[in-house]
């Protein structure tokens, strides 16, 4: 049976405060597909990385913080879209926005501008993997975010199962 990855659509909750939203965006946001919601949350998290350094750069600490509580409350958002626990796939998935989740708390803790940039790092190789993901089904190689590839089991511990399948010491 191919390995397949649901993510929960919720383009509402991207817009917070409609208010605060120019017309283009809040009509992007609300046309876009599971997927690029996704891209888009991921995109939005590396861009908040860059600007949480800035302000630590200048001092402005507390600026940074507040930016810091809205790049976990995406990688939580990306976390709680992860439905099918069973599936392999999505275990590893919940499991690196689980490691995210930590860097992003490690960095902000120890004020740790590397933990940081190895944060905005992951998020980038992300951003430019369901990129991909979008550019395959804009030509039609395929329709949703589905494997085709079986994937073997595991009975691995998990995000989903509370465990400790990955060591997430930095």
Request: with cysteine.
């Amino acid at each position: 049976m191919p390995a397949i990855v649901h993510f929960q659509e919720d383009a509402p909750k991207m817009l917070a405060h409609d208010d605060d939203i120019n017309p283009y965006l809040r009509q992007e946001v609300l046309s876009a597909s599971p997927v690029r919601l996704r891209w888009m949350l991921i995109r939005r998290a590396e861009e908040l990385c860059g600007l949480v350094e800035q302000f630590w750069d200048q001092g402005e600490d507390r600026q940074a913080a507040q930016w810091l509580l809205r790049i976990r409350e995406i990688l939580g958002e990306l976390l709680d879209g992860i439905t099918g626990g069973d599936n392999p796939l999505a275990r590893t998935v919940a499991d690196f926005y689980v490691f995210l989740l930590k860097l992003c708390y490690q960095a902000e803790r120890d004020r740790d501008a590397e933990r940081l940039r190895t944060l905005r790092e992951l998020l980038a190789i992300e951003s430019e993997t369901w990129q991909m993901v979008i550019r395959k089904m804009e030509v039609g190689e395929f329709s949703d975010a589905e494997s085709s590839v079986p994937l073997p089991p595991t009975d691995q511990p998990s995000a989903f199962s509370g465990g400790d399948s990955l060591s997430l010491e930095i």
